[in-house]
């Protein structure tokens, strides 16, 4: 049933991501706060990303597609294409579906301000902020393998969770926290690429060898589109879950990027940095070379930063579609407030008891009543659109 349903998501997404490029092809879309191309690529690659992406290839990805015995699904290409297809490229057509959408048509039809929709909007979002804080506090103890041992979570992963949250919490109280902390995130994550390409000692050659095999991917692109695996799955409906509320975000930075220029960013300027890193990581894993303390160190402390810009946007999100503003309770009681909360819910769904399959199935219910409420209720609002978030509704 989950297969059907997330299939069937990622079809309709693809299907409107065509059917909006060819339509409005040439419309210029402008957020609420525009800003540069490369700030906006760094807010839209760091809010959507978390430590999985540095700590997982390695550690659980690689030697899993490698085991075609055990998962004959991966067999048809290699494990660097295939953890490039579970992150990279086309799935990032999500994200432009839902940005476009809130530039170009939620100013004019208002969908999500429909008190029910609202509701249940917010309601995945908070969710899938709990989840991601509960997957980060379980993992913790894989990613800083130096401190205990290596499974037990020890009582300062809970005060590094907290604080990870607390400083998301605060950054989240001012505009300009997001710029500087998704640009400078971003920087540091190709810092730690040329890190760790120098690590290895791997030559231009060596790079050369080992990213060549993305072209796997390419090549068989049409493999990711539905589940190859309840693994793979299980990252769809992630990407999903994260769709709306991720284009709810960044929509409101893009600066006048045509919409064909928009799908083309998405898809190409956050590939490139996953396309590198995957690249090195691939060439430790097919030469056994360890990444045991400093390397280690570096890509754990990458990847809190990512977590700390995707609480980031996620606090802000929620909290400016609540009124749950600075402005009305203060900086101290937002942020003490915003912190222990989601520290709360962390810990409560630490059991894993709510399942990210579930918020994704929401979300793919909300897409569709949100075309049905375009279709039947507000058609005569998407003639004459001018990309314009600023818009107010007709």
């Known amino acids: 049933m989950l297969t059907t349903i997330i299939s069937f998501g990622v079809i309709l997404a693809l299907g ?5 490029t060819i339509k409005w092809w040439n419309l210029p879309l402008t957020g609420v706060t525009p800003v540069p191309l490369f700030t906006f690529i760094a807010i839209l690659f760091t809010s959507g990303l978390d430590v999985g992406l540095i700590m997982f290839p390695l550690a659980f990805d690689f030697p899993l597609y490698a085991d075609t015995a055990t998962e004959p699904a991966y067999g048809f290409t290699n494990p660097l294409a295939l953890e490039f297809g579970f992150w990279g490229f086309l799935i990032w057509t999500f994200y432009f579906l839902t940005t476009f959408y809130f530039c170009a048509i939620e100013p004019r039809v208002k969908f999500f301000e429909i008190p029910a929709i609202k509701l249940l909007n917010n309601i ?4 899938t902020c709990a989840f991601t ?12 393998a130096e401190v205990g041992d290596g499974e037990t979570i020890l009582p300062v992963f809970y005060l590094i969770c907290f604080l990870v949250i607390l400083i998301a919490a605060f950054s989240s109280t001012d505009l300009k926290f997001v710029r500087v902390l998704s640009v400078s995130s971003t920087l540091l994550f190709l810092a730690l690429i040329a890190y760790m390409w120098l690590n290895a000692g791997m030559g231009l050659g060596e790079f050369a060898s080992s990213a060549s095999n993305l072209g796997g991917y390419f090549a068989n692109i049409h493999k990711f589109i539905i589940p190859l695996t309840d693994y793979h799955e299980f990252y769809l409906f992630w990407w999903f879950a994260w769709s709306i509320m991720i284009g709810q975000f960044v929509s409101r930075f893009v600066g006048g990027l045509k919409t064909w220029q928009l799908l083309a960013s998405l898809l190409v300027f956050p590939s490139i940095p996953l396309g590198l890193w995957f690249s090195v990581l691939y060439y430790y894993h097919l030469n056994g070379i360890g990444t045991a303390g400093f390397p280690n160190w570096a890509m754990t402390i990458v990847g809190i930063v990512f977590v700390i810009n995707s609480f980031d946007s996620l606090i802000r999100l929620y909290t400016d579609n609540l009124n749950f503003t600075t402005e009305r309770f203060g900086t101290v009681s937002y942020v003490l407030a915003n912190a222990i909360g989601l520290f709360v819910l962390t810990l409560l769904f630490q059991s894993q008891w709510l399942q990210i399959q579930w918020v994704g199935t929401i979300v793919i219910g909300i897409y569709l009543l949100a075309l049905g409420y375009m279709f039947f209720v507000k058609r005569r609002h998407l003639h004459g ?5 600023n818009i107010p509704a007709e």
């Not at 409107?16 to 909006?20: E, G, K, M, R, V």
């Not at 995945?124 to 969710?127: K, P, S, W």
């Not at 659109?385 to 978030?389: M, S």
């Open 16 to 20: 409107l991501t065509i059917f909006c």
């Open 124 to 127: 995945v979002i908070i969710t």
């Open 133 to 144: 804080g509960a997957l980060f506090l379980i993992y913790m103890p894989y990613y800083i």
């Open 385 to 389: 659109l001018d990309g314009n978030a």
